[in-house]
């Protein structure tokens, strides 16, 4: 029986979280985005690399985030 792996998809930068696309038990695949994120009036789409079911969600829309911190976590396997 395959192992689960917990993925962790982070912020890249310090930026503004705009709006949330998924939710705990939502089942997602590679290049879906999950979170949409603004910095210095750009939108960035922040996407899961491996197809998953999303375990939590841990930012809400007007959450200010800092590079490295966690948004959602991804099970794979």
Known sequence: MPRE?????VAE???NVMSVAVAPGDRV???DTVVLLESM?????VL?????????????PGDVVQ???VLVEVVTG
């Open 67 to 69: 590079e490295g911190d």
């Open 41 to 45: 009036k750009m939108e960035i789409p």
């Open 13 to 15: 930068m310090v930026a």
């Open 5 to 9: 792996q917990v993925t962790e998809v």
């Open 29 to 31: 695949a590679a290049g």
């Open 48 to 60: 899961v690399e491996a197809p998953g079911a999303v375990r939590a969600v841990k930012v809400a």
